[in-house]
């Protein structure tokens, strides 16, 4: 088993920035994916970003290419989600999850272990 806890979100002007974060504990797995995903009031949950276990190759959905970075400490077992010129639409609960498959990081449905999640909220 792993779990996750997320931290770092709160309350932002739009254009403004936060980091969020991710750390791992429990079993430790030589392949996984970890990914965010987030949603939003009457929404359904959305994948954000992932990246796999070598730190290096990372995935995005569209809406946030250029505006947000995954990265990874295997050291500390932390993934981070840096949000810069953030909008009143990426206003959401951010989830962080970790998949033991490399199919389809995109795919909520392939996770295995989730967070309980952290507010973002972004003031217009």
């Known amino acids: 088993q792993v779990q996750l806890v997320e931290s770092g979100g709160g309350l932002v002007q739009a254009g403004g920035s936060l980091r969020l974060s991710c750390v791992a504990s429990?079993?430790?797995?030589?392949?996984?994916?970890t990914g965010w995903f987030r949603r939003a009031p009457g929404k359904e949950r959305e994948f954000v970003a992932a990246?796999?276990?070598?730190?290096?190759?990372?995935y995005y959905t569209d809406s946030v290419k250029e505006r947000f970075t995954i990265s990874k400490d295997n050291t500390s077992r932390t993934v981070h989600l840096d949000m810069n010129n953030l909008r009143p639409e990426d206003a959401a609960v951010y989830y962080c999850?970790?998949?033991?498959?490399?199919?389809?990081?995109?795919?909520?449905?392939?996770?295995?272990?989730w967070g309980r999640g952290t507010q973002v909220t972004v003031s217009s």
């Open positions: 999850a970790a998949a033991l498959s490399h199919v389809r990081p995109s795919d909520q449905r392939l996770y295995n272990f």
């Open positions: 429990g079993r430790t797995y030589s392949r996984i994916v």
């Open positions: 990246i796999r276990e070598n730190g290096v190759n990372a």
